[in-house]
């Protein structure tokens, strides 16, 4: 589990059969990261020094990126979100059924909802 100054997301849009999602820690000492094209969370300066709160909507604002614009399996990015404490919390405190809907399938879609 990594608490909110500890992580960042890395992943793979293209190709097709490579496409996946990561979160690791940071700094990246071990350099999990590597081998991955693109990165965000606490290795962004404007996410680091981002109160929790607007770290959510960040967070939100990617596994819609990360489904729609880079074809990454919703399921697999829930699997990675959920090693993040506040993604973890923000989820528990959803009404039942809200977002889960979204995940079902496993396609992303507001008409699932």
Known sequence: MFSSDAFMVVWNGYPREQRNVA???WPDCKHF??????????????????????KILMLLALFVDLTIGDGIDPK??????MKINIWRDMRIDLPSGSYKAYLEDGTWSPHNA
């Open 23 to 25: 979160v690791v820690s």
């Open 76 to 81: 697999a990015i829930e699997s990675e979100f």
């Open 33 to 54: 990261s590597d081998g991955y094209l693109a990165s965000t969370g606490n290795c962004d300066r404007h996410f680091h020094e981002a109160p929790d709160d607007e």
